[in-house]
Each structure stands twice: as C-alpha cells, then as structure tokens.
C-alpha cells in the first residue's frame, strides 16, 4: 500500500478519554489519521474499538480530551454538530435502513434533508451510487425484501450519498452470513483504493491485510500497537498483540 499521505491529519483524537460509570472505556487515546488513510481498529471484544469508533461523530461523548475533524474541533451539540457530522459517514452492525422507504428514498433522504440537494439530483447520484455498490437493480424495493448483504451495501451507499470526508464502519460484516461477507468487504476494499479516508472497526483480517495502510491494535482501552499490516501480522511488538493474533489466527 501507499505510504501515509502529508499535510495536516483529517482526523486527530488527542487525550481522549470515556468512560462508561467506573469502567474506564477510552484511556488517554491519541490517533492522528491522515487523508486517504484506511486505518483497521482491531482487538478482543470489549476493549473500547466500537466506543472509539462511535466518538469520532460524537454518537459517544467524551469526558476528556479533543476531537478534531479536517481541523475543526468536534463540538457538543447543536447546528456544528449535525454539520460536522454530516461530514464523517457511518456504517453500523446492523443497517439501519429505514423499512417503510425504498432503497432510492434510504440513499436520497440525507442529501436532500441535510444538504439540500434537489430530488432529481439526489436521485441520479443515488442510482450512480447504488450502481458502485452493486445493487442498482434494487432500487424501487424495500430493505425487507433484500438480503444482509445487499442491505449493508445500500447503508454504504447512503453514507457516501452525503459526500463525507470520513467513513467510519464499526463491524459491518458480524451480523451477515459467511457467504454476504465478502460482497461487502469487496466494496469496503474498492473504496479503499479510491482514496477514501476510512476507520474500520473489524475482526475481517483478510480485509486489514488487504486495504489497511495501518492496523491499531487495541485492548483494555487503549491503544497498544500500531504498525503497518504487514509488520503486525508477521512480527506483532506486544504480548498482548502476540496473544491475541495466536488465537484467531489458529482457528
């Protein structure tokens, strides 16, 4: 992959700390990524991925710390909120699509609602995007009537229709069957290569191998390691690293 591109980082977390009563999720975290990077967050389960993931829009509110986004620092609430959120796209475990709205209405409703696009427009990038995404054909139906697979990658398409600078995705593919998988890694990996500056929340480490230009390694809070793919799958630095690639990597 290419190296980590200059100029100021689209994304700075610095000094961020959560926590969740006496549980300490989030413990002095500090994460530049840069534009274009694809940054993989890996890790055991509850060791605050997710929780990171989920504080750089501000789903999940800081106790501590400074968020910045292309600059501008992460606000509380209110009209810079809702901007600045707008800005960073986001794909969940689970879809999210609205039931009662077809595909096209899912995909259109933000740029329409939020940045003020009109319908016809909102529509033809709506159709070009659900086209990249594979599932162009299912346009005029409803997320009931589509597979997982197909549903993630229309919550793909809806997240990129608002044009963001930042996708983040917190384990987009643990609730789809094995064989839906990899028609949303593919896309997730096309997105990769286009440039796309890209968080991802994932236990898919062919993916990390394949798209990320650098791999965070984190458990009981914080960040333990982080290196290229390559560099932390063959010869991982932390014994927690070691422990936890001996685990998953057996099976």
Same mark, same amino acid.
């Given at each position: 992959?290419?190296?980590?591109?200059?100029?100021?980082?689209?994304?700075?977390?610095?000094?961020?700390?959560?926590?969740?009563?006496?549980?300490?999720?989030?413990?002095?975290?500090?994460? +530049?990524?840069?534009?274009?990077?694809?940054?993989?967050?890996?890790?055991?389960?509850?060791?605050?991925?997710?929780?990171?993931?989920?504080?750089?829009?501000?789903?999940?509110?800081?106790?501590?710390? +400074?968020?910045?986004?292309?600059?501008?620092?992460?606000? +509380?609430?209110?009209?810079?909120? !809702?901007?600045?959120?707008?800005?960073?796209?986001?794909?969940?475990?689970?879809?999210?699509?609205?039931?009662?709205?077809?595909?096209?209405?899912?995909?259109?409703?933000?740029?329409?609602?939020?940045?003020?696009?009109?319908?016809?427009?909102? +529509?033809?990038?709506?159709?070009?995007?659900?086209?990249?995404?594979?599932?162009?054909?299912?346009?005029?139906?409803?997320?009931?009537?589509?597979?997982?697979?197909?549903?993630?990658?229309?919550?793909?398409?809806? !997240?990129?229709?608002?044009?963001?600078?930042?996708?983040?995705?917190?384990?987009?593919?643990?609730?789809?069957?094995?064989?839906?998988?990899?028609?949303?890694?593919?896309?997730?990996?096309?997105?990769?290569?286009?440039?796309?500056?890209?968080?991802?929340?994932?236990?898919?480490?062919?993916?990390?191998?394949?798209?990320?230009?650098?791999?965070?390694?984190?458990?009981?809070?914080?960040?333990?390691?982080?290196?290229?793919?390559?560099?932390?799958?063959?010869?991982?630095?932390?014994?927690?690293?070691?422990?936890?690639?001996?685990?998953?990597?057996?099976?």
């Amino acid at each position: 992959m290419t190296s980590r591109p200059n100029g100021e980082p689209l994304v700075r977390l610095s000094g961020v700390n959560k926590w969740f009563g006496e549980l300490h999720v989030l413990q002095d975290i500090d994460l +530049e990524i840069a534009r274009g990077e694809v940054v993989v967050v890996i890790g055991p389960s509850g060791s605050g991925k997710s929780t990171l993931c989920r504080t750089i829009n501000r789903l999940e509110a800081i106790e501590k710390g +400074e968020i910045t986004i292309d600059g501008e620092r992460l606000p +509380e609430e209110g009209k810079q909120l !809702a901007r600045l959120r707008s800005d960073v796209g986001m794909v969940f475990q689970s879809f999210n699509l609205f039931a009662h709205k077809t595909i096209l209405q899912n995909v259109t409703l933000g740029p329409i609602k939020v940045r003020g696009k009109s319908k016809a427009e909102a +529509e033809q990038r709506a159709r070009e995007l659900l086209d990249r995404v594979g599932v162009s054909a299912q346009a005029d139906k409803y997320p009931a009537q589509l597979s997982g697979g197909q549903q993630q990658r229309v919550a793909i398409a809806r !997240a990129l229709a608002m044009d963001p600078k930042v996708m983040l995705f917190d384990e987009p593919t643990s609730a789809l069957d094995p064989e839906m998988i990899s028609e949303v890694l593919d896309v997730m990996v096309s997105l990769a290569r286009d440039g796309m500056t890209m968080v991802v929340v994932t236990h898919e480490m062919g993916f990390a191998r394949r798209a990320a230009n650098r791999v965070v390694f984190m458990d009981g809070g914080q960040i333990v390691e982080t290196a290229d793919p390559e560099t932390f799958f063959t010869n991982p630095q932390s014994d927690r690293a070691k422990n936890f690639l001996s685990k998953i990597l057996n099976h």
